[in-house]
């Protein structure tokens, strides 16, 4: 069983940067498609970020030029970098991982199976 583990949220201001980790146990995790999904409050849960295992990065058109996320595979860790913060970047940010291909594109939540417990993110104007 994989797990996962957020850390790294916390409470900002507009404008603030943040790094957000993604830990996974395994020592195939390094070859595992991981996204990061965030759900704010009364939404419904939204992607945000992508990276498959050889590094390839993904990121909604919402975080382009703000967002990056990358992976060091050697720490099983999955960072996602977040520049310039809003207060609609509030939410709850979750890290998924896939093992395999599936049906489901990568920008959904379907297309994974291992989530963690969530991180806050709160960014206040």
């Known amino acids: 069983q994989v797990q996962v583990i957020e850390s790294g949220g916390g409470a900002v201001q507009a404008g603030d940067s943040l790094r957000l980790s993604c830990v996974g146990s395994?020592?195939?995790?390094?070859?595992?498609?991981v996204g990061w999904f965030r759900q704010a409050p009364g939404l419904e849960r939204e992607f945000v970020a992508a990276i498959t295992g050889s590094g390839r990065p993904y990121s909604a058109d919402s975080v382009k030029g703000r967002f990056t996320i990358s992976r060091d595979s050697a720490k099983s860790t999955v960072y996602l970098q977040m520049n310039t913060l809003k207060p609609e970047d509030t939410a709850v940010y979750y890290c998924?991982?896939?093992?395999?291909?599936?049906?489901?594109?990568?920008?959904?939540?379907?297309?994974?199976?291992?989530w963690g417990q969530g991180t806050q993110v709160t960014v206040s104007s």
């Open positions: 998924a991982a896939s093992a395999t291909a599936g049906n489901f594109g990568y920008t959904s939540e379907k297309r994974y199976t291992y």
């Open positions: 395994g020592r195939t995790f390094g070859s595992y498609l």
